[in-house]
């Protein structure tokens, strides 16, 4: 007799896509992941705003941040959650990996004079990698746990919370952080006029933790799937020489041409790349989860133009708040004693 615990049985499985619970676990990690990314856009839009705020020169971009509209964002969710859900953990893994690996290589270019603008456009391009490695890090994470939905039920509740508490400060600083900050009465303005500064170094130090954990979950995850040694070694030997020659083709030509058009070819670049390799030691599954894989760095990218225009702008990011000055004494005449008028 057919019943519904049948179904899953007369549909076609897929490693990535499991019917019933495993479906359900994976539109929760999606979820999670997008929410996650919805916070890091939230708190960048904050920085960027209060630094344009307080600049005369940065109103236009100013006016720009405002007209983003919140419903957009609804969307941008959803769409980025819906990739999230169906791009595959093993896709995903190799996107973590080739960010952290294009991050070191960045940091260590920098050196210790480290320019705050590069460092913000680092975390505006690693959007859709930071939600590849929260569902890395929570499908191996929750691998085997006798309550893996609650669990991820438990964790989305959390990350929704997060997000709303992120829109409502970045609503809060768009349309009231000038009245408030000039009047001297909101704590949370005045707080974001004096410490502002600190907050891309924060996000640094978060995003350190996330990719830390997405790249032991990647590996972990990638290496599951090989039943010896010399599988693994065939697999990441073309991998790392991939991904380092690509590392080195991206820095050269976002020094040469930075901006948005640039941007979109690099992604074009990463992902071709990663296309032809998984031509070679991967799956039709993988090869359908790089097209996604596209298509949600794509779909990071219209979000964040704004942003990516502010990172271009020379000494942008504006350094902490100095007080007024105080008037200079005029020095007197030769001959005059001081305190006395002039005749």
Same mark, same amino acid.
């Given at each position: ?79 980025? %959650?819906?990739? +999230?859900?169906?791009?595959? !953990? &093993?896709?995903? #893994? ?6 952290? @690996?294009? $991050? /070191? ?90 410490? %502002?500064?600190? +907050?891309?170094?924060?996000? !640094? &130090?978060?995003? #350190? ?6 790249? @032991?979950? $990647? /590996? ?99 350094? &902490?708040?100095? #007080? ?8 007197? $005449? ?10």
């Amino acid at each position: 007799m057919f019943s519904l615990s049948s179904l899953p049985s007369w549909l076609p499985g897929l490693p990535f896509l499991q019917w019933g619970s495993g479906l359900l676990d994976s539109v929760l990690q999606g979820l999670i992941g997008a929410s996650g990314v919805s916070v890091l856009n939230s708190l960048l839009k904050v920085y960027f705003f209060v630094n344009c705020a307080n600049d005369p020169e940065r109103q236009l971009e100013k006016r720009r941040l405002q007209a983003q509209w919140a419903s957009l964002e609804t969307l941008h969710l959803a769409g980025l %959650a819906l990739i +999230l859900t169906v791009v595959g !953990t &093993r896709v995903a #893994a190799l996107v973590v990996l080739e960010f952290s @690996l294009r $991050a /070191v290589s960045t940091l260590l270019s920098l050196g210790k004079g480290s320019q705050s603008s590069e460092m913000l456009q680092l975390h505006l391009l690693g959007q859709y990698s930071l939600g590849c490695g929260l569902t890395c890090g929570l499908s191996f994470l929750q691998e085997g746990a006798p309550h893996r939905t609650l669990n991820l039920l438990l964790g989305l509740g959390l990350a929704a919370l997060l997000r709303s508490g992120a829109g409502r400060l970045c609503r809060h600083v768009c349309w009231l952080y000038e009245l408030h900050s000039g009047q001297r009465y909101c704590g949370l303005c005045l707080g974001l006029l004096a410490g %502002a500064h600190g +907050l891309p170094r924060l996000l !640094t &130090r978060a995003l #350190a933790v996330a990719f830390a954990v997405g790249d @032991l979950a $990647a /590996v972990a995850l990638i290496n599951r799937d090989f039943l010896s040694m010399s599988d693994a070694v065939r697999f990441w030997t073309p991998l790392v020489i991939c991904y380092t020659l690509l590392v080195i083709y991206m820095q050269e030509e976002q020094r040469q041409s930075p901006g948005l058009q640039s941007q979109v070819q690099t992604v074009l670049v990463r992902m071709g790349g990663l296309f032809v390799l998984l031509l070679t030691v991967g799956s039709w599954l993988d090869l359908l989860g790089v097209l996604l894989s596209l298509l949600g760095e794509l779909w990071c990218l219209t979000r964040i133009r704004t942003l990516l225009d502010l990172c271009q702008i020379q000494d942008f990011p504006a350094q &902490r708040p100095s #007080a007024p000055r105080q008037p200079q004494p005029q020095p007197s $005449a030769p001959g005059q004693p001081q305190g006395a008028a002039p005749s």
